[in-house]
């Protein structure tokens, strides 16, 4: 385990920064104002479309950079029922020259850094989604790889599913059941 700390030796006495109120409209008009501008878009599609369930926060779809995104939903084996604010992780996955997809599974390794690898938490319905992740292979992780934790797995051999996400593109792996507390 890694552990990175950042201290500021600076000691120079600082003026405080303007506060500037901004109402709501003003803001719609600056963001609009710099879509015109930029030819992009900045902030949230005005009518967002999802295959998401409409009750889950991630319902919203992100505009994606050049980075990948992965989305999922976790049940539990025994009930069915979604598993909640558990920790999911994605693991890098490393294989061999010239290793082909279908031999990853057994040719490639995954490695996990508690400090850098990307993580987030699943919502009330067991929905999680990592956006502006690198385009690579991974797999995921449910859990605390200190503690307790599972790995989205295929059959009876529970080997860990491994994921190739691409570069601007959304990779939704769908619903998976997995035992987990």
């Known amino acids: 385990m890694s552990l990175m700390i950042l201290v500021s030796c600076n000691t120079r006495q600082k ?3 303007p506060n500037p109120t901004v109402t709501s409209s003003e803001a719609r008009t600056s963001v609009t104002e ?4 930029s030819g992009g878009s900045v902030g949230q599609p005005e009518s967002p479309v999802s295959p998401l369930a409409p009750e889950s926060p991630l319902a919203f779809v ?9 989305r999922g939903r976790i049940l539990h084996t025994v009930t069915g029922q979604p598993i909640t604010n558990a920790v999911i992780r994605l693991a890098e996955v490393y294989c061999p020259e010239n290793t082909t997809p279908q031999d990853k599974e057994t040719d490639c390794f995954w490695t996990l850094s508690n400090s850098f690898s990307p993580s987030t938490f699943s919502d ?3 929905y999680f989604q990592f956006d502006n992740i ?5 797999v995921v992780i449910v ?4 503690t307790i934790y599972t790995f989205i797995t295929r059959g009876e ?3 860990p599913i491994i994921w190739t996400t691409e570069s601007g ?7 998976h059941a997995v035992s987990y507390p």
């Open 169 to 175: 593109k959304l990779l939704d792996i769908g619903e």
């Open 34 to 37: 710099v879509n015109k501008k």
């Open 124 to 126: 009330d319905n067991g």
């Open 134 to 138: 690198e385009a690579r292979d991974w």
């Open 157 to 159: 051999q529970q080997k």
């Open 15 to 17: 003026e405080p920064l």
């Open 62 to 70: 992100p505009t994606y950079g050049e980075g990948a995104s992965l």
């Open 143 to 146: 859990g605390d790889m200190m």
